[in-house]
């Protein structure tokens, strides 16, 4: 069973990749642009519909109403286009990841933090 959630995640993961490649298409029809663009800027936002901090419900959207949108724009599109879009969101997703690229973006990001520990301390402890 969690094999089967895993591949389903992964699927759900592909098929995302594969809208946003879609929305950026000119051969999409528009409307399934516009739902892409809507549904990328909703899953990229700080703002939920549910927010998170209410327990169950909090996870609702992203665990339900998402892969509700994927879905559905996933049906706006001709099949010819979305297996051509699944084919290369899925050849990105083989490429090997850079473990040095992120590793330094956390170094940037903990030095920042220390920075801004530093700074903040004096002003915080008087």
């Known amino acids: 069973m969690l094999r089967r959630l895993r ?11 594969a809208l946003w490649l ?13 739902l892409a663009f809507l549904l990328a800027a909703y899953a990229l ?11 169950v419900l909090g996870l609702l959207d992203e665990a339900v109403l998402l892969p509700l949108g994927l879905l559905l ?17 899925a ?10 690229g992120a590793a330094l973006v ?4 903990l ?3 220390a920075g801004l520990l530093w700074w903040l ?3 915080l402890a008087g």
């Open 7 to 17: 591949r389903w995640a992964r699927g759900i993961r592909r098929d995302a990749h």
């Open 22 to 34: 879609a929305a950026h298409d000119p051969r999409t029809p528009w409307s399934a642009r516009l």
């Open 45 to 55: 936002s700080p703002i939920d519909l549910i927010p998170d901090a209410i327990p």
């Open 73 to 89: 724009a996933a049906r706006l599109i001709p099949p010819p286009l979305l297996a051509e879009f699944r084919a290369r969101a």
């Open 91 to 100: 050849a990105a997703a083989a490429r090997p990841v850079s473990r040095a």
């Open 106 to 109: 956390v170094s940037l990001w």
């Open 111 to 113: 030095l920042g933090a």
């Open 121 to 123: 301390w004096p002003r």
